[in-house]
């Protein structure tokens, strides 16, 4: 069977047997990936760390006739070293991660997505953001055509006095229509932004009861549509 070469990020590994690990990989070409990669939990391995959670590697493949293909090489292309030293930079690592492996699909490629998560980690390595999670998060649900609506009322149509979200109904409600989740215009407005071609001015916001709005209603959004909770975001509010 045929090798291959294509980029990747390491989401996810876990032990097989006493010197492999199954590794999960977003590849640029060839989408979601599970591969072995045989010894790499030896002393002398010949990937060393490149095989971690956040590597983003070049790498050869091997596609056998089961569902897990073989590592043969992986080479470095972004260490992200500040991010792994980081505790709070892991952590939002770890929830982008986790995230771009739920809707990322098997043998399905989509650059976009592997794109997006790259750029998002050179972002947190370089200068982190309160809100890059949760615009990731959105931007994910936009790629896919799920992104709530958040400039006009999804119920009545209406454009005035709109204060609430929620996401059983679509996106933002007025007034009149509200129910859901109660959300302010300063909120609003940094949605609507990082849905709307606007992501640097939206990732320049500080004020911290707005990001943390526009967290809840990012990761509540994700997790609606994911069917599940994000685990490792979860994780960050009781820290």
Same mark, same amino acid.
């Given at each position: 069977?045929?090798?291959?070469?294509?980029?990747?990020?390491?989401?996810?590994?876990?032990?097989?047997?006493?010197?492999?690990?199954?590794?999960?990989?977003?590849?640029?070409?060839?989408?979601?990936?599970?591969?072995?990669?045989?010894?790499?939990?030896?002393?002398?391995?010949?990937?060393?760390?490149?095989?971690?959670?956040?590597?983003?590697?070049?790498?050869?493949?091997?596609?056998?006739?089961?569902?897990?293909?073989?590592?043969?090489?992986?080479?470095?292309?972004?260490?992200?070293?500040?991010?792994?030293?980081?505790?709070?930079?892991?952590?939002?690592?770890?929830?982008?991660?986790?995230? /771009?492996?739920?809707?990322?699909?098997? @043998?399905?490629?989509?650059?976009?997505?592997?794109?997006? =998560?790259?750029? !998002? +980690?050179? #972002?947190?390595?370089?200068?982190?953001?309160?809100?890059?999670?949760?615009?990731?998060?959105?931007?994910?649900?936009?790629?896919?055509?799920?992104?709530?609506?958040?400039?006009?009322?999804?119920?009545?149509?209406?454009?005035?006095?709109?204060?609430?979200?929620?996401?059983?109904?679509?996106?933002?409600?007025?007034?009149?229509?509200?129910?859901?989740? /109660?959300?302010?215009?300063?909120?609003? @407005?940094?949605?609507?932004?990082?849905?709307?071609?606007? =992501?640097?001015? !939206? +990732?320049? #916001?500080?004020?911290?009861?707005?990001?943390?709005?526009?967290?809840?209603?990012?990761?509540?959004?994700?997790?609606?549509?994911?069917?599940?909770?994000?685990?490792?975001?979860?994780?960050?509010?009781?820290?």
């Amino acid at each position: 069977m045929p090798l291959y070469k294509d980029d990747a990020v390491v989401l996810r590994t876990w032990k097989l047997g006493e010197t492999d690990r199954i590794i999960v990989l977003l590849t640029a070409g060839n989408g979601q990936v599970r591969a072995v990669a045989k010894g790499v939990r030896k002393p002398r391995s010949k990937f060393g760390g490149r095989l971690e959670p956040t590597s983003h590697i070049s790498v050869q493949l091997h596609q056998g006739r089961s569902e897990l293909q073989i590592i043969t090489q992986a080479e470095t292309i972004d260490t992200f070293a500040s991010l792994r030293m980081d505790p709070d930079r892991f952590a939002d690592a770890s929830a982008l991660l986790e995230v /771009a492996e739920r809707i990322s699909s098997e @043998a399905e490629g989509d650059k976009r997505r592997y794109e997006m =998560l790259v750029g !998002a +980690l050179r #972002v947190l390595d370089k200068e982190p953001a309160a809100l890059l999670v949760p615009a990731f998060y959105l931007k994910a649900l936009a790629q896919e055509g799920l992104a709530p609506a958040f400039d006009v009322c999804v119920r009545c149509r209406s454009v005035d006095d709109l204060v609430a979200v929620d996401l059983r109904e679509g996106g933002v409600l007025c007034s009149e229509c509200r129910q859901g989740r /109660a959300v302010s215009l300063p909120a609003l @407005a940094v949605l609507r932004a990082i849905l709307g071609g606007q =992501l640097a001015t !939206a +990732l320049a #916001v500080e004020d911290s009861r707005v990001c943390d709005e526009v967290d809840a209603v990012a990761t509540e959004a994700i997790e609606y549509h994911l069917e599940r909770r994000i685990r490792s975001r979860r994780v960050m509010e009781f820290r």
